[in-house]
């Protein structure tokens, strides 16, 4: 099927409901109340953007800063009805090409690990994978139920590299 057109724009003030909405309608991934609250509030706090489809709000993705060179997705999501129509690889491009303009190397994102076993979260890893992040470790940070598996991509391997001259 071919992909629809949508439109990526910033998240706008008060509107994190839309990030909880997005969220709460994919309990395969989002299980757990106080991580939806916490996202739904990072969403505010940290840079937000919107995936739209006539005129609603379909997807998102919240990132911030780790360090003078990496950054991270913090948390995503597109509604069930839009998977596998391009809106998940916009979002992140969307958000390299912004972070290769701000001299921004590397992007890491961390997701369910492949320690515990989970169909969805595979599919999850395989998005990841096919955009080109790499496993770089899977860790207890969320604890020993909840692996934690940090990917990572290097921006300028991607392709869309910014310019060398300063
Ligand atoms: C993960 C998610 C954001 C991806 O968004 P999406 O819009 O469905 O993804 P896209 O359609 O943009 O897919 C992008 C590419 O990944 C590929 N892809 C998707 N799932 C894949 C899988 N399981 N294995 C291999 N490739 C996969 C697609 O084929 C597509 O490839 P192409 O662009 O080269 O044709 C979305 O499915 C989602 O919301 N999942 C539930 C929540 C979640 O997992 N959030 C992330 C938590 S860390």
Redo the contacts with the bound molecule.
């Keep these: 099927m071919a ?1 629809k057109p949508h439109l990526i724009r910033p998240l706008a003030t008060g509107e994190a409901s839309a990030c909880e909405r ?2 709460r309608s ?1 309990p ?3 299980g757990i109340e106080e991580a939806i609250i916490a996202y739904a509030r990072a969403a505010e706090k940290m840079e937000t953007y919107i995936a739209e489809a006539a005129g609603n709000p379909i ?1 998102f993705v919240t990132m911030n800063q780790r360090s003078p060179v990496a950054a991270e ?1 913090h ?6 009805e ?11 491009e969307h958000v390299e090409k912004l972070l290769i303009g701000r001299s921004i190397e590397y992007l890491q ?4 690990g492949p320690s515990r076993l989970d169909d ?12 080109g992040f790499q496993p770089l470790e899977e860790n207890n940070l969320w604890g020993e139920v909840n692996p934690c598996l940090i990917m990572v991509k290097h921006l300028r391997c991607s392709g869309a590299h910014a310019s060398t001259s300063a």
């Design positions: 992909s997005i969220m994919l395969e991934w989002f997807g997705i948390a995503m999501a597109v509604r069930r839009y998977h596998g129509r391009g809106v998940g690889r916009g979002l992140v994102v961390k997701t369910l969805n979260y595979e599919r999850t890893r395989g998005f990841y994978r096919r955009l």
